[in-house]
């Protein structure tokens, strides 16, 4: 039978993206990649999506494996195209979320010498994937093509990626790069029994995966030096404590605990408290966070991206009940630490990244005299705030969650009562501030709460970066319990942020909310183009507050007034326009008697509530979105020319000055 060898390289590349755990796709049309498109397309294991925007592209699938914690595949032409998918290769790798980028790339013969939509891909993302892997040219020898000669390298590229991170296999295709008829209908053919066979195996959720599959492979010593054509096996080995296998600065002092260590630490602890910073790795999520828990005076702080939501974890009730959700005000109002129940911590425990809450970096670090254990996450020894916590490697880790515990504190049931009541009151305020504020002037305060009345408990929200994912703690804090809570903090950019929400939205099949800032939804704007896609409802938020208001609350503002029209960034775009020419639906609230009128406000929660998860049914959707669920006809998607009629738009016209002066009010 005639075949085409591109086509058999890209066939093989994509089954065995299949067979380790790929199941998305998100493709940016061109031509060099037509081989990878047919491929995926035709594969009903892999549900495939089409964005024209390959930088909205890349936090697509960003966004689709930030809550499947499964690889998701990018696959693109040549050229430029890749270059735009960096940036949410920057936050996958900052983030931990896994990626598998597919760049299709002009053969030997076309490079250096002027060919169109060339450029040099070979290691395109520098140091932000896991892994590179530079394919040769599909061929055949002695009558055998050589696909089978890098098969080792793309399988431990894909389990890479699987651990928490993008990886990078760049191919080169020469033309023709259609298949035959035959070879078409046979690849088909072979697929639909590859994923029937491969159904049950599939079915299984991450927190079930081996502790070490769970963790980047650099904290765990595994080799992923970038690589070309090159065949090989590498094993873990352990740490053995010494600073120079890890990537730390020699003039810092470094403590590493061992298992007894952390066993007699955790034990001495009569009150610990343990902050999870955005994005823990799945192991500290799964494994960790329900050990740690189970001390019975730990009390546990969320920042924004560390959602306690949709993870089938250990015990949940129990951790939910731990969290304390007025924190962030209390730690900006410290001057007094007596009169809270923080001044009895003697204890704290780090999951997740650094801290990015100033309230909650001073506090580590006015407290360097406390026991500090820090369990290193996507980074070695994250201390970005120069607290000298002691770390604790994933080998330590791992071991320490399967010994017995010697937890012999009693539990301090006024020491939980006093923070369970503060909630309470805090609550109470919050009310009082917002339900019976008579003035005209919007605050963005005032549209938080606001939207916590009436986006449903369950309904996943994106909390944009800059202003919205820090107004979050302070004004809607029931959302760290009662809704899944996604935020973008790895590289903490605007960038991506609606594509991103697309992608979630897409993987999830639920209906969400994103709230975000004029800027960061401007700066994004190309992903409506992909508005199309969306079968659920999605609202997008936009608090619109003149621009880039934040830097007003910079000391750059005390020091250089004058020079501030060089940090704001007003814009007059018609945003209602720009829903117009989208096809998306538009409301628009100016002041506050407004915001608590009922209409406006029915209508999105009747809109959010479709198909949103009951009480009784959380644990099991949860499950859900931590499994990977092949249909036996997985459909593709390509760019829908259907009514972008599931997402609409909600903006706010809010007063900059009034919310700075009334964060400042509540942090008092």
């Not at 909205?56 to 693109?76: D, H, I, Q």
């Not at 491969?198 to 079915?203: K, P, Q, V």
């Not at 740490?239 to 630490?265: C, E, G, Y």
């Not at 009345?453 to 929200?461: A, E, K, R, V």
Request: glycine share 4%; hydrophobic share 40%.
């Amino acid at each position: 039978m005639q075949k085409t060898l591109s086509f058999n390289w890209a066939s093989a590349l994509i089954k065995e993206c299949y067979n380790q755990g790929v199941n998305e796709a998100i493709l940016s049309p061109g031509s060099r990649n037509t081989s990878l498109t047919l491929a995926l397309i035709h594969f009903p294991g892999i549900r495939c999506f089409s964005v024209i925007d390959e930088r909205s592209a890349g936090f697509m699938a960003l966004g689709m494996s930030k809550v499947s914690k499964r690889p998701t595949l990018l696959c693109c032409t040549s050229g430029t195209a890749g270059a735009n998918y960096y940036p949410a290769i920057i936050e996958a790798y900052q983030s931990s979320i896994p990626l598998v980028v597919l760049t299709a790339d002009r053969p030997a013969h076309l490079q250096q010498v002027g060919a169109s939509q060339t450029i040099q891909q070979q290691h395109l993302f520098g140091g932000h994937v896991l892994d590179f892997i530079q394919l040769p040219e599909a061929k055949t020898q002695n009558g055998k093509e050589n696909s089978s000669n890098v098969q080792k390298d793309v399988i431990r590229a894909l389990q890479l990626a699987t651990s928490g991170g993008p990886v990078h296999i760049n191919v080169p295709f020469n033309k023709p790069f259609e298949p035959t008829k035959g070879q078409l209908n046979k690849y088909v053919k072979e697929s639909r029994a590859l994923v029937l066979e491969a159904e049950n195996d599939f079915n299984k959720p991450v927190l079930d995966l081996h502790s070490h599959l769970l963790v980047r492979p650099e904290l765990v010593q595994i080799s992923t030096q970038s690589r070309v054509n090159s065949s090989i096996t590498v094993q873990a080995t352990p740490f053995n404590n010494k600073r120079k296998n890890l990537n730390q600065a020699p003039n810092k002092t470094v403590h590493l605990l061992d298992i007894n260590q952390v066993q007699n630490s955790y034990a001495e602890m009569k009150r610990p408290m343990i902050v999870i910073g955005s994005d823990p790795t799945p192991f500290q999520w799964f494994k960790l966070l329900p050990t740690l828990a189970k001390h019975p005076n730990s009390r546990i702080i969320l920042e924004a991206g560390a959602s306690l939501y949709g993870w089938d974890l250990e015990d949940s009730k129990l951790i939910k009940s731990k969290v304390i959700l007025e924190w962030e005000a209390w730690l900006y109002n410290l001057k007094h630490p007596s009169s809270t129940p923080f001044s009895s911590i003697d204890g704290i425990i780090r999951l997740g990244k650094e801290v990015v809450n100033p309230a909650l970096a001073r506090f580590f670090s006015e407290h360097k005299h406390l026991t500090q254990l820090r369990f290193i996450t996507h980074e070695p020894f994250e201390d970005a705030i120069a607290s000298e916590p002691s770390f604790i490697t994933p080998e330590v880790a791992f071991s320490w969650v399967n010994m017995p515990k010697k937890n012999t504190q009693v539990t301090a049931k006024d020491w939980h009562g006093v923070f369970d009541e503060q909630h309470k009151q805090y609550l109470e305020l919050l009310a009082k501030q917002f339900t019976h504020d008579k003035r005209d002037i919007l605050t963005d305060g005032a549209v938080f709460y606001r939207l916590s009345t009436i986006i449903p408990s369950s309904i996943p929200i994106f909390l944009s970066n800059s202003l919205p994912v820090r107004d979050q703690a302070l004004f809607a804090p029931m959302w760290s319990i009662d809704n899944p809570l996604i935020a973008q903090r790895g590289a903490a950019g605007i960038d991506g942020i609606s594509s991103t929400t697309l992608g979630v939205s897409l993987s999830t099949n639920l209906p969400m909310a994103l709230i975000t800032g004029d800027i960061a939804f401007l700066y994004d704007i190309n992903a409506l183009l992909s508005a199309k896609l969306i079968t659920q409802p999605l609202v997008i938020f936009v608090i619109n507050n003149g621009g880039g208001s934040i830097f007003s609350s910079l000391p750059v503002q005390q020091v250089a007034p004058e020079s501030m029209e060089w940090f704001l960034t007003p814009q007059q775009v018609s945003i209602e326009h720009l829903a117009q020419g989208y096809g998306l639906s538009y409301t628009k609230i100016t002041h506050s008697k407004q915001l608590w009128e009922t209409n406006w406000a029915k209508l999105v929660k009747n809109v959010l509530r479709t198909n949103t998860l009951t009480s009784e049914n959380n644990n099991s959707r949860a499950k859900e979105l931590n499994v990977r669920k092949p249909d036996k006809l997985n459909p593709s998607h390509p760019t829908s020319t259907n009514s972008a009629s599931s997402v609409r738009i909600v903006e706010f016209i809010t007063n900059s000055q009034a919310s700075i002066a009334e964060r400042n009010q509540f942090r008092q």
